[in-house]
């Protein structure tokens, strides 16, 4: 993969940088704000090499890439270098609905936390390490080494409020050293002294309450966010010649001392009260809250919302200092779709699925789903299922034992020292609940079953052909017209994505009669909710993506009727949607209807019908023949 290459590419179908607002990165995922999401391009940037699924949630524009991400974002970050982190100049389109606020509010969380996430992963994974080495003999607790690397693994928990402050500043918009200088009042070593002294502190006759900010979350963000009011009020007064000192003094000299007597100390309350609230629920739902979040982990990773869980999680391991609900769920549905995949790639006949199927599964087994699940569950749909079923039932014996993590980090096989506990028998637990969870997912799958293609099969038809012999070519190398009217070449389209044939190969048609109905066997793999357009797969593995009109997503779903559903199975002939072609035509839409054969790089040629072939009679016509 050219990461470089690809990097371009995404930042050419999102609308150029002039379109890109903000961008980070998670462990799977490039994550985008963008200015107008309506500039970008899903279908295009879906098609690129190296990536695996494009979704807009969360106020984000996501673009899953897999591990690789890093690299990608990398050289992504270097062509828009130029674009700043906040500018209070552009109007984003905002959502004021509840859904909306939501979003906002979960994109501001991830935004926060994502960055950090490597640092306290890797010091967090030290931790562990260090509490297996002297149970190895490889090393001793009172050894100055051994201390040192204690100090290492803690810095980066105990400077937290620092990581925050920096990337809180870049949602915010505030100064991002000045940020950090405010954190540094927090945790400065004679405030600490101060505190331990006996006596009461006073900041102008007003009570400072003695806290703790090592490793704290949220009263640095309610610092940074109020920060980022009184700064702009301090540039607004500060005259130009001293505003380079005179503002972050207005700044410093007004947050500070509300960070000390207010805002701190409802931080930790509110931090406090997070980890309580967990702890609460796993003390009231015991095994059942872990198993019921275990099987709809997947789904909630789908939406890329398990980034609000970070508070509650890092608050938990602050205090008591171990998460019980949220790492170990994730454990057990980590292990279950690393499972599912690798019992598909075992059990398919179809290469390619074998291939993604291996790697997905690898990936899933080591902490990341992303693949496993875009590439492979969410594909067959009955593998998922299987999947939620092994994690359900370990998540009930993993909650019965009460597992716990002491590391923020995503569960898998090389992260299994987070659930290690001096003297306890929790490592022994996580592996017992890992292992039952491969086995019951692994077992599922083969129970279920999914839909595949039997390579075996399509190769003797092959053989039957070149015989000369009689076969029914229908469902497998002929593509009839879903739709009657007049057939024209994709060159011809008004839409640049088809007539370059970036979605693939195929053929246009002007329809005469507003119904689309099934070009072969098959099954329904998606209708958009615009009803504008859908998604086939014939029972031999053949896609196909039936566009109607051009730009007629932005109807919004008028004058479409959908009559069938994702994962329907469908026959040749059969209605899938009625669409009002007057009326489309009379709001101006061009209905010049797509056929596009989207897996066309997996066939050798597609032969075309020849263009201006009237489709007027009831019996369905060949438009595209497949070799």
Same mark, same amino acid.
């Given at each position: 993969?050219?990461?470089?290459?690809?990097a371009?590419?995404?930042?050419?179908h999102?609308?150029? &940088?002039?379109?890109?607002?903000?961008?980070?990165?998670?462990?799977?995922?490039?994550?985008?704000t963008?200015?107008?999401?309506?500039?970008?391009?899903?279908?295009?940037?879906?098609?690129?090499?190296? !990536?695996?699924?494009?979704?807009?949630?969360?106020?984000?524009?996501?673009?899953?890439?897999?591990?690789?991400?890093?690299?990608?974002?990398?050289?992504?970050?270097? +062509?828009?270098?130029?674009?700043p982190?906040?500018?209070?100049? @552009?109007?984003?389109?905002?959502?004021?609905?509840?859904?909306?606020?939501?979003?906002?509010?979960?994109?501001l969380?991830?935004?926060?936390?994502?960055?950090?996430?490597?640092?306290?992963?890797?010091?967090?994974?030290?931790k562990?390490?260090?509490?297996l080495?002297?149970?190895?003999?490889l090393?001793?607790?009172?050894?100055?080494?051994?201390?040192?690397?204690?100090?290492?693994?803690?810095?980066a928990?105990?400077?937290?409020?620092?990581?925050?402050?920096?990337?809180?500043?870049?949602?915010?918009?505030? =100064?991002?050293? $000045?940020?950090?200088?405010?954190?540094? $009042?927090?945790?400065?070593?004679?405030?600490?002294t +101060?505190?331990?002294?006996?006596?009461?502190v006073?900041?102008?006759?007003?009570?400072?309450?003695?806290?703790?900010?090592?490793?704290?979350?949220?009263?640095?963000?309610?610092?940074?966010?109020?920060?980022?009011y009184?700064?702009?009020?301090?540039?607004k007064?500060?005259?130009g010649?001293?505003?380079?000192? +005179?503002a972050?003094?207005i700044?410093?000299?007004?947050?500070?001392?509300?960070?000390?007597?207010?805002?701190?100390?409802l931080?930790?309350?509110?931090?406090?009260?997070?980890?309580?609230?967990?702890?609460?629920?796993?003390?009231?739902?015991?095994?059942?809250?872990?198993?019921?979040l275990?099987?709809?982990l997947?789904?909630i990773?789908?939406?890329?919302?398990q980034?609000?869980?970070?508070?509650?999680v @890092?608050?938990?391991?602050?205090?008591?200092?171990?998460?019980?609900?949220?790492?170990v769920?994730?454990?057990?549905?980590?292990?279950?779709?690393?499972?599912?995949s690798?019992?598909?790639?075992?059990?398919?006949?179809?290469?390619?699925?074998?291939?993604?199927?291996?790697?997905?599964?690898?990936?899933?087994?080591?902490?990341?789903?992303?693949?496993?699940?875009?590439?492979v569950?969410?594909?067959?749909?009955?593998?998922?299922?299987a999947?939620?079923?092994?994690?359900?039932?370990?998540?009930? @014996? !993993?909650?019965?034992?009460?597992? &716990?993590?002491?590391?923020m980090?995503?569960?898998?096989?090389?992260?299994?020292?987070i659930?290690?506990e001096?003297?306890?028998? =929790?490592?022994?637990?996580a592996v017992?609940?890992a292992?039952i969870?491969?086995?019951?997912?692994?077992?599922?799958?083969?129970?279920?079953?999914?839909?595949?293609v039997?390579?075996?099969d399509?190769?003797?038809?092959d053989?039957?052909?070149?015989?000369?012999k009689?076969?029914?070519?229908?469902?497998?190398?002929?593509?009839?017209?879903?739709?009657?009217?007049?057939?024209?070449?994709? &060159?011809?389209?008004?839409?640049?994505?088809?007539?370059?044939?970036?979605?693939?190969?195929?053929?246009?048609? &002007?329809?005469?009669?507003?119904?689309?109905?099934?070009?072969?066997?098959?099954?329904?793999?998606?209708?958009?909710?615009?009803?504008?357009?859908i998604?086939?797969?014939?029972?031999?593995?053949?896609?196909?993506?039936?566009?109607?009109?051009?730009?007629?997503?932005?109807? =919004?779903?008028?004058?479409?009727?959908?009559?069938?559903q994702?994962?329907?199975?469908?026959?040749?002939?059969?209605?899938l949607?009625?669409?009002?072609?007057?009326?489309?035509?009379?709001?101006?839409?061009?209905?010049?209807?797509?056929?596009?054969?989207? =897996?066309s790089?997996?066939?050798?040629?597609?032969?075309?019908?020849?263009?201006?072939?009237e489709?007027?009679?009831?019996?369905?016509?060949?438009?595209?023949?497949?070799?």
């Amino acid at each position: 993969m050219n990461y470089k290459t690809l990097a371009q590419s995404i930042l050419k179908h999102v609308g150029g &940088k002039d379109n890109v607002q903000d961008a980070i990165h998670c462990m799977t995922r490039l994550r985008l704000t963008l200015k107008n999401p309506s500039l970008a391009n899903s279908e295009e940037i879906s098609d690129l090499e190296g !990536v695996i699924k494009v979704a807009s949630t969360s106020g984000q524009y996501q673009i899953i890439i897999g591990s690789n991400v890093g690299y990608v974002y990398k050289e992504f970050a270097k +062509l828009i270098d130029t674009v700043p982190k906040s500018d209070s100049n @552009i109007e984003t389109m905002k959502d004021n609905s509840l859904k909306g606020y939501f979003n906002r509010f979960a994109n501001l969380i991830t935004g926060i936390f994502a960055p950090i996430i490597p640092a306290i992963a890797g010091a967090g994974m030290l931790k562990a390490l260090l509490v297996l080495l002297p149970m190895l003999n490889l090393m001793k607790e009172d050894s100055q080494t051994y201390l040192l690397l204690k100090i290492i693994s803690d810095a980066a928990f105990f400077f937290l409020p620092m990581l925050l402050a920096y990337t809180s500043s870049q949602k915010f918009g505030t =100064n991002p050293m $000045v940020s950090i200088t405010l954190a540094g $009042v927090l945790l400065h070593p004679n405030l600490t002294t +101060l505190f331990n002294s006996g006596e009461s502190v006073l900041f102008a006759g007003i009570p400072v309450k003695a806290v703790s900010y090592g490793a704290s979350v949220i009263p640095i963000i309610l610092v940074v966010w109020l920060m980022s009011y009184v700064e702009k009020l301090a540039e607004k007064v500060s005259p130009g010649p001293v505003k380079i000192f +005179l503002a972050p003094l207005i700044t410093i000299i007004i947050v500070a001392p509300i960070a000390l007597i207010v805002l701190g100390p409802l931080g930790m309350y509110l931090g406090a009260g997070l980890a309580a609230g967990v702890l609460w629920i796993h003390q009231t739902a015991g095994w059942a809250a872990v198993a019921l979040l275990a099987v709809f982990l997947p789904f909630i990773i789908m939406f890329g919302m398990q980034k609000v869980f970070y508070p509650v999680v @890092i608050a938990s391991l602050a205090s008591p200092g171990y998460d019980s609900l949220i790492g170990v769920a994730m454990l057990v549905s980590n292990m279950a779709q690393g499972a599912g995949s690798l019992a598909v790639s075992f059990k398919t006949k179809d290469p390619k699925l074998k291939q993604i199927a291996l790697s997905g599964g690898i990936s899933a087994l080591f902490g990341i789903t992303e693949p496993a699940l875009y590439g492979v569950h969410l594909k067959l749909k009955k593998t998922l299922f299987a999947c939620m079923i092994g994690a359900g039932i370990s998540g009930i @014996i !993993v909650g019965i034992v009460k597992l &716990k993590a002491f590391v923020m980090v995503s569960p898998g096989i090389a992260t299994m020292p987070i659930f290690i506990e001096k003297g306890t028998s =929790n490592f022994t637990y996580a592996v017992i609940g890992a292992i039952i969870s491969i086995v019951i997912t692994f077992a599922m799958v083969y129970l279920i079953g999914f839909d595949d293609v039997n390579v075996k099969d399509d190769k003797q038809k092959d053989m039957n052909l070149d015989e000369g012999k009689p076969q029914n070519t229908v469902n497998r190398k002929v593509i009839y017209s879903p739709i009657k009217g007049d057939v024209i070449s994709l &060159k011809h389209v008004q839409d640049k994505v088809f007539s370059e044939e970036v979605m693939g190969k195929g053929m246009a048609i &002007k329809p005469i009669e507003g119904k689309v109905v099934a070009p072969f066997d098959g099954t329904v793999e998606m209708v958009f909710h615009t009803k504008h357009a859908i998604g086939l797969k014939s029972a031999l593995g053949v896609e196909v993506l039936i566009h109607i009109g051009i730009d007629t997503v932005n109807l =919004n779903g008028q004058y479409f009727t959908s009559h069938v559903q994702g994962g329907d199975h469908i026959k040749q002939g059969q209605l899938l949607i009625d669409f009002d072609l007057k009326n489309i035509q009379k709001a101006g839409y061009d209905t010049t209807t797509p056929v596009v054969i989207t =897996n066309s790089a997996d066939y050798l040629e597609i032969l075309s019908q020849d263009e201006k072939v009237e489709r007027v009679s009831d019996k369905q016509q060949p438009l595209l023949t497949i070799l």
